[in-house]
């Protein structure tokens, strides 16, 4: 800035917010509207805060996010569907200085990757869990998940999901959150910018988790599907509040916190 | 204390310098999904019809540039990361 | 004088399963991934115990498909991994097999075959050749296949493995079954420990460097037509380079057994029987079953009236023989199941009938 300048009090624009470094160039292939796109900046703009980067090793899954290695510019390894838990605890074991982040959708984790995600949560793997959960499988067209609510309408379920027949949407993440190898399960969402703020809040608490070596960490995100729920983009985001209904939002476990270790 | 702020207190219509805008934005990114429309307290966005960008879509513009607070909710929301919000130019 | 004689090399008894796990160890295992089933829970006890005092990794996993996919995380950054089953379990991990072959991750697999199918016995069997050997999960890939017939050959193959998994990047085999995992032999153990190989495609945090992906997806035809052609090429070149077999008694053979693992042993008695009653039977035994020796196999068809293939199943590698001979030759088949191992003279009987049969024909003509 010249002393004219300053003297004509105009100073040189700050970037309050921008793309975060970690995003790779490319356009995304997600749906206009899409949570994973919010998702995966979101871990951008940590994992480059936290300075992360270069000893990050993530698992991807298979769902519409299967190609996140495209888009977060770190080292990845793809995962069979539902198995990133497994292959997570795998490169944590062996890389005791890595930092392990997975992410998931809730047809990989919540449905085939049942067993993977519990026993990997109940040993207290040093790894954080990223749970989108839009309540269908995207990638293959809109089908049913376990975590569908009750009455929704997908190619799978067409008239409705009926509890007699497919049960009821299955709370993960509070049932891990009652192992105590669990340190830290929350669950925010998309819903609003508020809500965005403060899920970021949440991923943030996830990652300081496992670098304190404290134990296992997810974070589930209430996502919106505009394709598959059938609905515009705002509309999906509207509808979060409905979902937050079966699925409610907040921080079930803390224990560094409830251990005063702040 | 923002520009818009002090120029309505002022009853000036006061028109930032064209060599800043509070918001920056890679049209080319965006999908059009109006979820920064719905985000934005100032409504100071809407999609640029008059303009199909390479994937196919609307880009959003913005319309208002006075109006804009660099409140930063829009890149909040987006799901391209397409928003570059700059601070409010401060006045000496 | 006294001349001094240097001392005996130490033979120690080992079983089978056992002296596996120790010869991983001894190769630099870095992390061992595994599930109890019989017939090989104590390679799973003896690394349980073995590894954490070395500091090394041992984990039993929730199941057999976590451990293939623990083992896919580990080695996909880079480290000596082993997991080991038996058949059931071995049919989980076909999908990781698949995937760690797609995405060129290197391991060692140790299968302990059992009777099948299905939840079948815990007894001895043979009867997942054709699992291990045609690729136990979906897409067109090969694993190579070693099949040790005693307890200080699988000693020796073990090294081999991890080396022939890091030089070509690709899962091996080592194929056994339950009498090999469980028996008790004195061996004196040639472990070896297979330098590190320098890769530059692990992932392990991106420092320094642009970041790495470990997959198999490939959308695009053009894209995955080039990456299979690629992985055929590698299949190549281990087919040109890594056939092993040995014969025995094979210079002067009318007949010949071709078998492996126990059944090899099994038909190492049987020929020497046969010797001693005026047959001469040798055997061609078939140390890697991927790549299969087809050429020597199919030279041995031009000199010999017949083969006899023995196999404890109802018949699988007897194909891959038939193959390799093209015509040349008879191929007759011997086998158990259920876990009933042959005897030597069920296996002398089958060979006096070869032998009867193809001079009969012999006569006619």
């Known amino acids: 800035m010249t002393i004219r300048e300053a003297a004509r009090g105009v100073t040189a624009p700050r970037v309050i917010a921008g793309r975060p470094a970690l995003l790779t160039d490319r356009s995304t292939h997600y749906c206009p509207g899409c949570g994973h796109g919010v998702v995966h900046r979101l871990i951008a703009e940590l994992l480059g805060d936290l300075h992360l980067a270069d000893r990050t090793i993530a698992v991807a899954p298979v769902g519409c996010a299967v190609f996140a290695y495209d888009y977060l510019d770190v080292d990845w390894i793809e995962a069979p569907h539902g198995r990133a838990p497994a292959v997570a605890t795998g490169v944590r074991r062996v890389r005791p200085d890595a930092f392990v982040l997975m992410y998931q959708g809730d047809g990989d984790l919540a449905s085939i990757g049942t067993a993977e995600i519990v026993h990997a949560a109940a040993r207290g793997e040093r790894i954080t869990a990223v749970f989108v959960n839009n309540g269908i499988y995207g990638m293959t067209g809109g089908q049913m998940s376990p975590t569908t609510l009750l009455g929704d309408r997908t190619t799978s379920s067409p008239t409705g999901r009926d509890a007699r027949a497919s049960g009821y949407p299955l709370l993960i993440t509070e049932m891990l959150a009652l192992l105590p190898g669990v340190a830290y399960a929350a669950r925010g969402t998309l819903a609003d910018a508020g809500s965005i703020g403060k899920l970021r809040a949440m991923l943030r608490r996830a990652m300081d988790v496992q670098l304190r070596g404290a134990g296992f960490a997810i974070v589930e995100v209430l996502a919106n599907c505009p394709v598959g729920w059938g609905m515009t983009a705002q509309e999906s985001i509207d509808h979060l509040q409905v979902v937050a209904e079966t699925y409610p939002v907040g921080v079930m476990v803390d224990r560094l916190k409830a251990a005063g270790a702040g | 204390m923002t520009v818009a702020l002090k120029s309505a207190q002022a009853g000036a219509a006061a028109t930032p310098s064209p060599a800043w805008v509070p918001l920056a934005i890679a049209g080319d990114r965006c999908k059009g999904c109006e979820l920064c429309i719905g985000a934005c307290p100032h409504g100071v966005l809407a999609l640029d019809t008059a303009v199909v960008n390479p994937l196919g879509y609307h880009p959003i513009r913005l319309i208002d540039a006075v109006g804009c607070t660099s409140c930063a909710l829009c890149a909040r929301v987006c799901p391209d990361a397409v928003f570059t919000v700059f601070a409010p130019r401060k006045e000496a | ?365």
């Open chain 3, 1 to 365: 004088m006294a001349i001094e004689t240097p001392a005996a090399p130490e033979r120690i008894l080992m079983k089978g399963n056992e002296a596996i796990a120790e010869a991983a160890i001894q190769a630099g295992c870095d992390a061992y991934f595994g599930y109890p089933i019989t017939p090989q829970a104590e390679l799973l006890e003896w690394m349980a115990r073995r590894m954490p005092e070395l500091g090394r990794v041992f984990l039993q996993a929730e199941s057999e498909i976590a451990a293939i996919n623990m083992a896919l995380g580990a080695a996909a950054t880079g480290a000596r991994v082993m997991v080991s089953s038996s058949s059931p379990g071995i049919s989980l991990m076909a999908e990781g097999m698949s995937y760690m072959a797609a995405s060129e991750v290197p391991m060692v697999l140790v299968d302990i075959m059992r009777g099948g199918p299905g939840l079948g016995s815990i007894g001895p069997a043979q009867g997942d050749y054709l699992q291990m050997v045609k690729g136990h999960g979906h897409g067109d890939y090969r694993t190579p296949v070693l099949a040790p017939s005693s307890i200080a050959e699988a000693i020796q193959l073990v090294p081999d493995a991890f080396e022939m998994a890091e030089r070509y990047r690709t899962p091996v085999v080592i194929l056994a079954d339950g009498v090999l995992g469980q028996a008790m032999e004195p061996v004196v153990p040639a472990y070896r420990t297979p330098p590190r190989v320098e890769a530059d495609w692990v992932v392990n945090g991106a420092a320094g460097r642009r970041p790495r992906v470990v997959k198999s997806l490939h959308l695009q035809p053009e894209e995955l037509e080039a990456h299979n052609q690629h992985l055929q090429a590698k299949y190549r070149a281990i087919q040109a380079a890594e056939v092993r077999w040995t014969g025995e008694l094979l210079e002067d053979a009318e007949v010949a057994v071709v078998a492996y693992g126990t059944a090899a042993r099994v038909a190492r008695t049987a020929i020497r029987r046969a010797r001693e009653g005026g047959l001469r039977a040798g055997l061609f035994r078939p140390i890697s079953l991927w790549p299969f020796p087809s050429t020597p196999l199919a030279e041995l068809a031009t000199r010999v009236r017949g083969l006899l293939v023995v196999e404890l199943s109802a018949g699988q590698m007897v194909e891959d023989v038939r193959l390799a001979v093209e015509g040349r030759t008879p191929v007759t088949f011997h086998g158990r199941t259920g876990g009933m191992v042959p005897t030597p003279d069920e296996v002398l009987a089958a060979l006096r009938r070869l032998w009867a049969v193809t001079t009969a024909q012999e006569d006619i003509r």
